[in-house]
């Protein structure tokens, strides 16, 4: 389904009483292709320009135009997969890829800015969806934003564990200043499950996704504080933090100890290990609900693995400010995944541009000379990002510019950034599948065919289901043209001398080289695919001819419309209606029905029974029989 033309203009007239000029990135680049035709997705290579006047040129990669929108739940979730709900976000690994799930089970990847107000012209959240954004991030007024809104959008609400205990006494502000955070004094963690009380406010709230704590704390080696360990060595010999450092190094060298360099590395994980696990438990006590999102790690810190394996063992996600990088850095993505065991997010990154008349004196971002270039940096950093397998996440720094600074989407005047904003959007409109097309997943094939022997040759994948000979003729396949197979785990693939699943057979489980000898070289007419591992949609093609769903009546409608559809048998039957940015409107079927014809009416109506905007809405059908489900889809247009 193609709703790309529709869904920019609608974010067109949506923004209509802006100034802002819509331009496409990929109009300012050379593009060059780099993958073969015919994929879902293309990956471009461009040239943009960094530092403030450009004389840095960065290869980089954008996504081709991208024509397909994922279906989203209410709370921005990807509707074609779900994996069971709990009322609340979680983590879950699929395939050794991380993701949050959302609280009716659907996939969720977490896209937004941080700092996301209300005081603009700007109509949040629902302005925010519109462009694919499905989350707030850090220092959003969430509470202000959701008060009102029919599609709430999910949150991270922030408590500041320790700033507010180093703050509560004149010892602890000079010690935060001198780069220790006293978390080895007795009273912290009283104190923490003491401020943790007021966060029983959102533990029933399904809406929030994760909890932050404090932000880039001070916890690794740099040039301002000096080396961690020796920061704590240097305290008063009867303080705790002092006490608790030289015992740690007592055990690991005896007495008369001497530092080397594996002691301070290690030294690193033994204070953030310590704060989260006292932090994280305090949380967890009030609110076991949530996903704990740690501290928002940042500089060198994001570089230390006894870091991440100690907060690992305390933190749902680990947090990441992530500057000074045009590529985000595989080998150390993939470090954080192996030493915590958890998906990370990236909570801050963005580019800064110099052609908005702003002086981009405060913040770490990225310098480059336009916005195109801006646009650039954010497709390529996301492309980055999205090939990980353990992020689950990414957060651009601001919602709006500064007085100084062009850290947002929006600037002062609250017109969008449109190349940035069109980027965001080819990104987020479908993401999840090109998160799988970037990591070379493949999406529900079991099998793979080829004409010659010894898996060379033409190759065609299949999804499992059933095939007649007319069917494979679709796709290439001919009587003649099967030589070697090969099939997952889990799978089965069993093949017919005749069509429609008649004559001689033979089921195979396991890779085949070779069918010269089995009798069924060149002689293959139809055949079926099942797969223990795949519980979602089938192409199962002989009963999706008799399944019908035909054109609603009328169409264009107003104010109601008429939807029929034919079950060839007794199936479990779900019609959703969702508009054209892919977020459910109402459910209007889910229930066991009997073979036969059936119809439902349609009133342009929510779940809230409130009539909806004129516009194109999609009718969702499934039906699911012998552990299978068959889908089709139809468009409607309702007049206003």
């Known amino acids: 389904m193609c709703v790309w033309k529709y869904n920019v203009s609608k974010i067109i007239k949506s923004l209509s009483r802006q100034k802002s000029r819509i331009i496409i990135v990929i109009q300012f680049c050379i593009l060059i292709p780099i993958l073969v035709t015919g994929q879902p997705f293309e990956i471009l290579d461009v040239t943009a320009k960094s530092g403030s006047s450009g004389f840095t040129e960065k290869k980089s990669r954008i996504l081709?135009?991208?024509?397909?929108?994922?279906?989203?739940?209410?709370?921005?979730?990807?509707?074609?997969?779900?994996?069971?709900?709990?009322?609340?976000?979680?983590?879950?690994?699929?395939?050794?890829?991380?993701?949050?799930?959302?609280?009716?089970?659907?996939?969720?990847?977490?896209?937004?800015?941080?700092?996301?107000?209300?005081?603009?012209?700007?109509?949040?959240?629902?302005?925010?969806?519109?462009?694919?954004?499905?989350?707030?991030?850090?220092?959003?007024?969430?509470?202000?934003?959701?008060?009102d809104a029919y599609y709430p959008m999910p949150y991270f609400p922030r408590w500041n564990f320790l700033q507010g205990y180093k703050n509560t006494s004149q010892r602890g502000k000079d010690f935060y200043n001198k780069?220790?955070?006293?978390?080895?004094?007795?009273?912290?963690?009283?104190?923490?499950?003491?401020?943790?009380?007021?966060?029983?406010?959102?533990?029933?709230?399904?809406?929030?996704?994760?909890?932050?704590?404090?932000?880039?704390?001070?916890?690794?080696?740099?040039?301002?504080?000096?080396?961690?360990?020796?920061?704590?060595?240097?305290l008063p010999e009867d303080d705790p933090n002092y006490i608790a450092a030289d015992l740690w190094m007592k055990d690991r060298k005896g007495e008369n100890y001497s530092i080397a360099t594996s002691d301070r590395e290690?030294?690193?994980?033994?204070?953030?290990?310590?704060?989260?696990?006292?932090?994280?438990?305090?949380?967890?006590?009030?609110?076991?609900?949530?996903?704990?999102?740690?501290?928002?790690?940042?500089?060198?810190?994001?570089?230390?693995?006894?870091?991440?394996?100690?907060?690992?063992?305390?933190?749902?996600?680990?947090?990441?400010?992530?500057?000074?990088?045009?590529?985000?850095?595989r080998d150390y993505m993939q470090m954080w995944l192996d030493e915590s065991d958890k998906p990370f997010i990236i909570t801050e990154f963005y580019a800064k541009a110099y052609d908005v008349g702003l002086s981009n004196s405060t913040g770490a971002g990225y310098k480059v000379p336009t916005q195109k270039d801006r646009a650039i940096y954010f497709e390529n950093f996301v492309i980055g990002l999205l090939e990980s397998r353990g992020c689950v996440g990414y957060h651009w720094h601001r919602y709006d510019d500064s007085e100084t600074t062009n850290h947002g989407f929006i600037n002062k005047d609250a017109e969008w950034y449109m190349e940035l904003m069109e980027s965001f959007f080819k990104v987020a409109k479908d993401v999840y599948h090109l998160r799988n097309f970037l990591m070379d997943v493949p999406e529900n094939k079991s099998v793979t065919l080829y004409d010659e022997s010894?898996?060379?040759?033409?190759?065609?994948?299949?999804?499992?289901?059933?095939?007649?000979?007319?069917?494979?003729?679709?796709?290439?396949?001919?009587?003649?043209?099967?030589?070697?197979l090969k099939v997952k785990a889990g799978a089965k693939i069993v093949v017919y001398w005749d069509d429609l699943f008649k004559g001689n057979s033979l089921e195979i489980s396991e890779n085949l080289y070779s069918l010269a000898g089995s009798g069924f070289d060149d002689q293959i007419s139809s055949l079926e695919i099942t797969d223990e591992n795949q519980t979602g949609i089938t192409e199962d093609f002989a009963l999706l001819e008799e399944f019908r769903l035909y054109p609603n009546y009328p169409n264009p409608f107003n104010p109601e419309t008429v939807i029929r559809y034919y079950l060839p048998v007794t199936a479990r039957v779900r019609i959703v209606i969702y508009d054209v940015m892919g977020r459910q409107v109402r459910t209007l079927v889910d229930s066991q029905q009997t073979a036969n014809d059936h119809e439902i009416k349609?009133?342009?109506?929510?779940?809230?029974?409130?009539?909806?905007?004129?516009?194109?809405?999609?009718?969702?059908?499934?039906?699911?029989?012998?552990?299978?489900?068959?889908h089709k889809q139809l468009k409607m247009l309702l007049l206003k």
């Open 266 to 329: 290690e030294f690193h994980g033994y204070v953030a290990g310590t704060y989260y696990r006292i932090v994280g438990k305090a949380i967890k006590k009030v609110d076991p609900n949530h996903l704990y999102m740690g501290s928002r790690l940042h500089g060198a810190a994001k570089y230390k693995p006894s870091i991440f394996r100690e907060a690992g063992k305390y933190v749902d996600v680990i947090s990441v400010n992530y500057y000074s990088r045009w590529d985000p850095e």
């Open 179 to 234: 780069g220790v955070i006293p978390v080895f004094d007795p009273e912290f963690k009283s104190w923490c499950d003491q401020f943790a009380r007021q966060i029983a406010s959102i533990k029933d709230d399904p809406y929030c996704i994760g909890i932050f704590s404090d932000n880039e704390l001070p916890i690794y080696d740099n040039d301002k504080y000096g080396k961690l360990l020796d920061r704590y060595l240097k």
């Open 454 to 484: 010894d898996f060379d040759g033409f190759a065609v994948s299949l999804p499992p289901g059933k095939y007649t000979r007319a069917q494979l003729g679709e796709k290439g396949i001919n009587d003649d043209t099967i030589s070697s």
């Open 602 to 630: 349609w009133d342009a109506r929510n779940e809230r029974f409130q009539r909806v905007a004129g516009g194109i809405y999609i009718c969702d059908v499934r039906i699911n029989t012998a552990g299978n489900t068959y």
């Open 64 to 147: 081709g135009p991208v024509g397909t929108t994922a279906f989203i739940s209410e709370y921005g979730g990807w509707n074609a997969v779900n994996v069971g709900g709990t009322g609340f976000f979680r983590t879950e690994k699929m395939n050794d890829t991380w993701y949050l799930v959302d609280p009716d089970g659907n996939l969720f990847i977490s896209m937004g800015p941080n700092s996301v107000k209300t005081k603009y012209d700007i109509k949040v959240p629902d302005d925010l969806w519109l462009w694919g954004i499905n989350s707030l991030g850090n220092w959003s007024l969430w509470e202000s934003i959701n008060k």
